[in-house]
């Protein structure tokens, strides 16, 4: 069995962001997006948090002899509602070795994430994931939503 390791994103060492952005070049290999692009993303994701404690932003890994075989990202993100606004854990880049795949790893780092809501430290988690994944998600009780959703960061935001 390997132990799950939370990070905080504020203190991420550049060899971990290094090995984390490794496992998120083998799942998701991009040209655009070499290891050095997505070791800074991830060394950037905390670094302006200035929100409370709880929400700060992290990763939740899984090693094996000290290469990252899973992860899960959580950042926390301000939404607006009908209700008003709320922050939520956002959900991102959660992905497993795929020389490790079916051993259960992904649902592990997932699950770890979930324990934020189930602490109420957010109120839901939020991800935008393809229907080839869903039935994942579904599995571990997150359901779709159809509401519409306005990325106001994105460069299309409809």
């Known amino acids: 069995m390997h132990p799950v390791e939370i990070l905080d994103a504020r203190k991420f060492s550049a060899a971990d962001a290094r090995a984390i952005a490794e496992l998120l070049s083998k799942v998701w290999p991009n040209p655009n997006k070499p290891i050095e692009h997505r070791q800074q993303r991830m060394s950037d994701m905390g670094r302006d ?26 950042t926390s993100r301000t939404i607006g509602t009908s209700a008003g606004d709320l922050t939520i854990a956002g959900l991102a880049g959660v992905c497993s070795d795929p020389e490790f795949r079916g051993q259960g790893l992904g649902e592990i780092v997932v699950r770890e994430v979930f324990q934020l809501v189930d602490r109420d430290i957010f109120p839901f988690a939020l991800f935008q994931a393809n229907s080839g994944v869903q039935p994942f998600y579904e599995k571990l009780g997150a359901c779709p939503i159809r509401n519409r959703i306005v990325n106001s960061l994105g460069d299309d935001p409809q």
């Open 49 to 74: 948090y200035a929100g409370p404690e709880e929400q700060a932003p992290r990763s939740i890994v899984i090693r094996d002899q000290g290469r990252v075989i899973a992860h899960a990202g959580v």
